[in-house]
């Protein structure tokens, strides 16, 4: 009686996650398409395409790599910007731990950190009490395969397209780029001095052919980071001293 009423406990949750998932699912749809649609036009297969969302599922790092690739970026600098990207999810891990059931087994922590999004994170985060593996696996399980199976779709759309029309996409990239930061450069102006830091840094490296157009992108990245959060730090400071 006891396993019985375990199992339904876990089909129960599982199905929650499912549910939660729901909208997020169809959030990754029009961004999913959109990523199988570039990913066509910077010159990807349909399978790497595929094995890309399968693997690395994460889009901002997938979108910055289309965008590296297409200016023959080598793959240790696609690896290290991927990696800087990507470094918030140890925060998010960290923070997820704290609201998990802790008698999950190693494996099973494995499988639902693999899934961790920003999106996911939030849904899971902010659910009242603890959460458990089969919410998570729920949860996880509906927005992967949204994002994969989606992403799929998009590149054979695009295959349909006529070539111009294909060729013309690679310009969606760096609009969608310029889409997603204008939002946050109105909330943060960190984030604008950071963008402008970052902008010029990489136009210094890149006109004095310093270095690679891959490894001029890591490091404007890196430099302009530890500038930008040195000063806001020495700014800040300074305004607690005053005040």
């Given at each position: 009686?006891?396993?019985?009423?375990?199992?339904?406990?876990?089909?129960?949750?599982?199905?929650?996650?499912?549910?939660?998932?729901?909208?997020?699912?169809?959030?990754?749809?029009?961004?999913?398409?959109?990523?199988?649609?570039?990913?066509?036009?910077?010159?990807?297969?349909?399978?790497?395409?595929?094995?890309?969302?399968?693997?690395?599922?994460?889009?901002?790092?997938?979108?910055?790599?289309?965008?590296?690739?297409?200016?023959?970026?080598?793959?240790i600098e696609i690896i290290l910007t991927t990696f800087i990207v990507n470094i918030r999810h140890f925060l998010m891990s960290a923070s997820l731990s704290e609201k998990v059931e802790k008698n999950d087994s190693l494996w099973k922590k494995a499988l639902y950190s693999f899934g961790l999004t920003d999106e996911t994170f939030t849904v899971a985060s902010t659910k009242e009490g603890t959460v458990n593996a089969g919410y998570l696996f729920g949860l996880m399980l509906i927005s992967?395969?949204?994002?994969?199976?989606?992403?799929?779709?998009?590149?054979?759309?695009?295959?349909?397209?006529?070539?111009?029309?294909?060729?013309?996409?690679?310009?969606?990239?760096?609009?969608?780029?310029?889409?997603?930061?204008?939002?946050?450069?109105?909330?943060?102006?960190?984030?604008?001095?950071?963008?402008?830091?970052?902008?010029?840094?990489?136009?210094?490296?890149?006109?004095?052919?310093?270095?690679?157009?891959?490894?001029?992108?890591?490091?404007?990245?890196?430099?302009?980071?530890?500038?930008?959060?040195?000063?806001?730090?020495?700014?800040?400071?300074?305004?607690?001293?005053?005040?």
């Open positions: 009686m006891s396993s019985t009423t375990t199992l339904v406990k876990k089909q129960s949750s599982f199905l929650q996650g499912l549910q939660s998932g729901i909208s997020i699912a169809i959030g990754y749809l029009p961004v999913a398409l959109t990523f199988g649609l570039l990913s066509k036009s910077t010159g990807l297969s349909l399978s790497e395409t595929f094995l890309m969302s399968l693997i690395v599922y994460a889009g901002a790092s997938q979108y910055i790599s289309l965008s590296l690739l297409s200016v023959g970026t080598g793959i992967y395969a949204s994002w994969v199976i989606n992403s799929g779709i998009g590149y054979v759309i695009g295959a349909s397209l006529p070539t111009t029309v294909q060729e013309s996409m690679s310009i969606a990239l760096y609009a969608m780029f310029i889409g997603l930061l204008i939002p946050t450069l109105k909330k943060h102006r960190k984030v604008m001095f950071l963008a402008v830091a970052a902008a010029i840094l990489n136009s210094i490296f890149y006109a004095s052919q310093m270095f690679s157009t891959g490894w001029s992108i890591v490091l404007s990245t890196l430099i302009s980071a530890i500038i930008v959060e040195l000063f806001y730090m020495k700014y800040t400071s300074g305004v607690e001293t005053n005040g």
